[in-house]
């Protein structure tokens, strides 16, 4: 079983929808949550950062982590087509120089 | 302030050659982490460079080798290639600027096709 799973879609939904991604993880030491997106041949760059439980808004994007239920999602409201991309989701037991575990990916397109 | 940059973008191997990869990291950042991204995966974590010593290793066999030179660029070596090397090399550079963040910045990788 892996650490950190990620449903890989592919997930379709019409421009203006909300989208809500999901991890499910098995390590309790995890303290520090990401989500990352990637474009189709570019490297992935960091969305959104969450420590510890709770909530973080930026924009049309909300991120949630549930560590009681080891869970974490990302919201993305009123989407767009440029928001058509893979999802990743990371997580990590600490800052710094520590690796990251990333989930598959989810990948997410968004019809105009 | 340049990014992360790789090089070669793309490269064929066959089984059992060798490869080097090469990264230079963005300016000031002194950490270089390489990741390996299969086609449909995550990426997974081969090892981390922090002022030229090795500072963290995934579950990659001891044919992953690398280094870190004095400006921080990184190079990714791989003895013996075998088929399932064949993947989407990334690389990651940090500072302790991004300590508190878990922010990585990546280049665009170096796809590698073993035949």
């Known amino acids: 079983q892996k650490e950190v799973e990620q449903d890989p879609g592919p997930l379709s939904v019409p421009e203006g929808a909300i989208v809500s991604l999901n991890c499910t993880y098995s390590?309790?030491?995890?303290?520090?949550f990401m989500w990352y997106r990637q474009y189709s041949r570019k490297g992935p760059e960091l969305l959104m950062y969450t420590y510890s439980s709770g909530n973080k808004e930026d924009g049309r994007f909300t991120a949630q982590v549930d560590k009681s239920s080891k869970y974490i999602s990302l919201f993305i409201r009123d989407s767009q087509p440029s928001d058509s991309a893979t999802y990743l989701c990371a997580m990590s037991a600490g800052t710094g120089r520590r690796a990251l575990t990333f989930g598959s990916g989810t990948r997410l397109q968004v019809q105009p | 302030e340049t990014g992360v940059t790789q090089s070669p973008t793309h490269l064929i191997k066959t089984r059992g050659q060798q490869v080097t990869l090469r990264c230079s990291s963005q300016?000031?950042?002194?950490?270089v982490s390489w990741y390996q991204q299969a086609l449909g995966q995550g990426p997974q974590f081969i090892f981390q460079?922090?002022?030229?010593?090795?500072?963290g290793r995934g579950n990659f066999p001891p044919r992953f080798s690398g280094l870190q030179f004095p400006n921080y660029s990184s190079e990714l070596n791989v003895n013996a290639l075998e088929l399932d090397d064949s993947a989407l090399y990334l690389c990651a550079s940090s500072s302790g600027r991004q300590e508190g963040t878990g922010e990585l910045f990546f280049g665009e990788g170096s796809r590698l096709t073993v035949l």
């Open positions: 300016s000031g950042h002194n950490t």
């Open positions: 460079y922090y002022r030229e010593e090795e500072n």
């Open positions: 390590n309790s030491a995890f303290q520090y």
